[in-house]
């Protein structure tokens, strides 16, 4: 399974991006599918994740009300909405797709695009 993200670029602060991620296979193989960034010096933190039916999502409180999360499962991508966006919203956003087994979890990343928010 691979995934392959898109979309990122410069932009102004109060601009706004649209992350696509597309898997190789159907985004229904995943369980919970998520954005993960990392910003230079720092840890990698988690953005977002939304589950496989999509009723659930989990939004970090520092992009609450501006990022949005979601997948169209025909097209086998997860999006990420960025809004109003902020200097301190620039890193690398990785794409995510987790595989929850009976006692293992199996993670997958993908390489990586990069935001990079202008004052």
């Known amino acids: 399974v691979q995934l392959v993200e898109s979309g990122g670029g410069l932009v102004q602060a109060g601009g706004s991006l649209r992350l696509s991620c597309a898997t190789s296979?159907?985004?229904?193989?995943?369980?919970?599918m998520g954005w993960y960034r990392q910003a230079p010096g720092k840890q990698r933190e988690l953005v977002a994740t939304?589950?496989?039916?999509?009723?659930?999502?989990n939004v970090a409180d520092s992009v609450k009300g501006r990022f949005t999360i979601s997948r169209d499962n025909a097209k086998n991508t997860m999006y990420l909405q960025m809004n109003s966006l902020k200097p301190e919203d620039t890193a690398v956003y990785y794409c995510n797709g987790k595989i929850v087994r009976l006692f293992t979890t199996e993670d997958y990343w993908g390489k990586g695009t990069l935001v990079t928010v202008s004052s």
């Open positions: 939304l589950t496989s039916g999509g009723g659930s999502t």
């Open positions: 296979g159907s985004t229904f193989s995943f369980n919970v």
